[in-house]
C-alpha cells in the first residue's frame, strides 16, 4: 500500500491513481475495514479548513462510539451512521475529491445573494465566476433561479472540459443560462454581472499589489451598475506556519481524508506555497493533487487594493461561528479577535 511521500510530487492523475491503487491491491481485510471504520469514529477528527475551505484547520471533538443512554451503539449501525464507506483510490477523481472536501456552494450563493441584496434591494441576477475551476458556484448559481445567468471563466481546458462532462449535464435546462468560458479573467469584460466572485482565494496567485489592483480594474469595468465584488480572505497565525492538517471528508462517494499542507511561508513577502493531498483507506495517498503558490493578502490590503481600483464601500463579513461543525455566519464587521485561523468575505460596491 503506497504511504505518504512515496508518490512523485505534482505529477498525479486520476489514471495514475487508478494504476496505483490496482498495482496496490486495493481489497481491504474485514478487520481492517473495521478498524478504519473505528478510527475514523474514535480518532479526533479535523474540520474544514475552517468549514469546508482550503484553509487551516481546527481540531474539533471526539465523536464516541457510545451514547449517554445505553452506553453503546452496536459497531455495524455506528459505522452506518457516522462514516459512509471509505472510497476506493480506483474510483477517486481529483475534481470531486476537490469539490467535496473545500467547496460549499450552495452556501457561497446565499451569502452573495445577501449581500447584494443588503445593498440593492433586490435579488442578483448576473453572476461572474473567476477562477471558477470546474464551475460548481457557476453551476448552483444557474439553478438557483430561472432568470438567473453565470459566466464562469478559467484558464485550464482540461478543467473546464471536466465541468462540462460532469457537473454541466445534471442542470438540464439551466445550463443554457451558463457560460463556460476559457480565458484570463484580466481579458473579458463583458457581460456585465450584478456579481463577481473570486473564492477560495484563488486571486491569491496575484502575487503583488499592482498585479492584483491591475486585476480588480478589470472586474470593476464588468460589473453593472449596482454591481458587488465578492472576495475571500483567510488568515490567524496558523496561516503562517508550515504544518500538514488532516480532515475527514464523508462524501457521497464514501470516506476519504483530505489534507492541506502549508509547504513553506516567507515572511518578508508573505509568499506560500500549499499543497492538497488526498489519503484513502489502507493509507494510499495521492500527494499533491492540487498546488498553490500564493500571497497571502490581509483583508486590509485587498480593502486598499480594491479602493486603488475605483471600488467603494469596502465591507468585511466576519465568521462568528467558533464551532466549525456548525454553518458559518458572516457578518460585517469593523474590529475582530484575532484567532489561530480564521475567515472573511470582503464585498465592494463597483
Ligand atoms: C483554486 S482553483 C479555484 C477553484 C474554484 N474557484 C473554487 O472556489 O474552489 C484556481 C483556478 O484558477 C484558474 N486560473 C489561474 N489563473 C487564471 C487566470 N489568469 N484566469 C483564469 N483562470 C485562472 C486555474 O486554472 C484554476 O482552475
Redesign the pocket.
Known amino acids: 500500500m503506497k504511504t505518504r511521500g512515496s508518490m512523485s510530487a505534482g505529477d498525479v492523475t486520476s489514471e495514475s491513481a487508478h494504476r496505483l491503487a490496482n498495482a496496490a491491491g486495493e481489497r481491504l481485510p474485514a478487520l481492517e475495514l473495521r478498524g478504519l471504520a473505528l478510527a475514523s469514529l474514535d480518532a479526533p477528527l479535523y474540520v474544514g479548513p475552517l468549514h469546508g475551505r482550503?484553509v487551516s484547520a481546527r481540531p474539533r471533538g471526539r465523536q464516541p462510539l457510545t451514547n449517554s443512554t445505553d452506553g453503546f451503539i452496536p459497531i455495524a449501525r455506528a459505522m452506518r451512521r457516522a462514516a459512509p464507506p471509505p472510497l476506493r483510490p480506483e474510483d477517486a477523481d481529483r475534481h470531486l475529491l476537490?469539490?467535496w472536501s473545500?467547496?460549499t456552494?450552495k452556501d457561497?450563493v446565499a451569502f452573495m445573494e445577501r449581500a447584494y441584496r443588503r445593498r440593492r434591494g433586490r435579488k442578483p441576477l448576473l453572476l461572474r465566476?473567476?477562477?471558477?475551476?470546474?464551475?460548481?458556484?457557476a453551476c448552483h448559481w444557474v439553478e438557483s433561479h430561472p432568470r438567473r445567468r453565470a459566466l464562469a471563466?478559467?484558464?485550464?481546458p482540461a478543467?473546464l472540459e471536466w465541468a462540462r462532462e460532469h457537473n454541466v449535464p445534471p442542470l438540464g435546462q439551466a445550463a443554457d443560462r451558463l457560460d463556460l468560458r476559457r480565458?484570463?479573467?484580466?481579458?473579458v469584460t463583458r457581460p456585465l454581472a450584478d456579481v463577481a466572485?473570486?473564492?477560495?482565494?484563488?486571486y491569491y496567485?496575484f502575487d503583488t499589489l499592482a498585479a492584483l489592483t491591475a486585476?480588480l480594474r478589470k472586474v470593476r469595468r464588468s460589473l453593472a451598475p449596482g454591481g458587488i465584488i465578492v472576495l475571500d480572505t483567510y488568515g490567524g497565525w496558523e496561516s503562517q506556519q508550515v504544518k500538514e492538517e488532516p480532515r475527514k471528508v464523508k462524501s457521497p462517494g464514501g470516506t476519504f481524508s483530505y489534507i492541506w499542507e502549508q509547504a513553506e511561508f516567507n515572511p518578508i513577502d508573505n509568499r506560500t506555497l500549499c499543497h492538497i493531498h488526498f489519503q484513502f483507506a489502507g493509507g494510499t495517498i495521492w500527494r499533491r493533487a492540487?498546488s498553490?503558490h500564493w500571497r497571502l493578502y490581509s483583508p486590509a490590503e485587498v480593502r486598499d487594493a480594491l479602493l486603488a481600483a475605483g471600488f467603494r464601500h469596502v465591507e468585511v463579513y466576519w465568521d462568528h461561528e467558533p464551532d466549525t461543525e456548525k454553518k458559518e455566519d458572516y457578518r460585517v464587521t469593523r474590529r475582530a479577535e484575532n484567532t489561530p485561523g480564521w475567515l472573511c468575505y470582503v464585498v465592494a460596491d463597483a
Open positions: 482550503i476537490y469539490q473545500v467547496q456552494p457561497e465566476e473567476d477562477f471558477c475551476g470546474t464551475a460548481y458556484t471563466l478559467d484558464l485550464d478543467t480565458s484570463d479573467v484580466r481579458r466572485c473570486a473564492l477560495n482565494f484563488s496567485l486585476y492540487f498553490y
